[in-house]
């Protein structure tokens, strides 16, 4: 069993930052991939920013210059640093890896979701 627990959320000004954290536990035996998405009001979930193990990163259009993400991989932790955050930036993030498990092989797993909300 593997999960993904995300912290860091919250309400904060239009122009402010915020830095979401997103750790993994359980029957870890490699991490791929992690990534941040983002789904919010009656919209459909999006990326928002991955990177691989290597460190290789890649972000959504509406993002780049403002978010940052990096991980840990002695952590098995990804964080995103969101700063100059916009109304439109408000979602539930959701944090994602792809995980070879010793009990399960190759897993995908989600995050319970963590609410961002930016106030204009």
């Known amino acids: 069993q593997v999960q993904l627990v995300e912290s860091g959320g919250g309400l904060v000004q239009a122009g402010g930052s915020l830095r979401l954290s997103c750790a993994a536990s359980?029957?870890?035996?490699?991490?791929?991939?992690m990534g941040w998405y983002r789904q919010a009001p009656g919209k459909q979930r999006e990326l928002v920013a991955t990177?691989?193990?290597?460190?290789?990163?890649n972000y959504a259009d509406s993002v780049k210059g403002r978010f940052s993400i990096s991980r840990d991989n002695a952590k098995n932790t990804v964080y995103l640093q969101m700063n100059s955050l916009k109304p439109e930036d408000t979602a539930v993030y959701y944090c994602?890896?792809?995980?070879?498990?010793?009990?399960?092989?190759?897993?995908?797993?989600w995050g319970q979701g963590t609410l961002v909300t930016v106030s204009s």
């Open positions: 990177i691989t193990k290597g460190g290789t990163t």
């Open positions: 994602n890896a792809g995980v070879y498990s010793f009990l399960s092989g190759y897993v995908e797993v």
């Open positions: 359980g029957s870890i035996r490699d991490i791929n991939t």
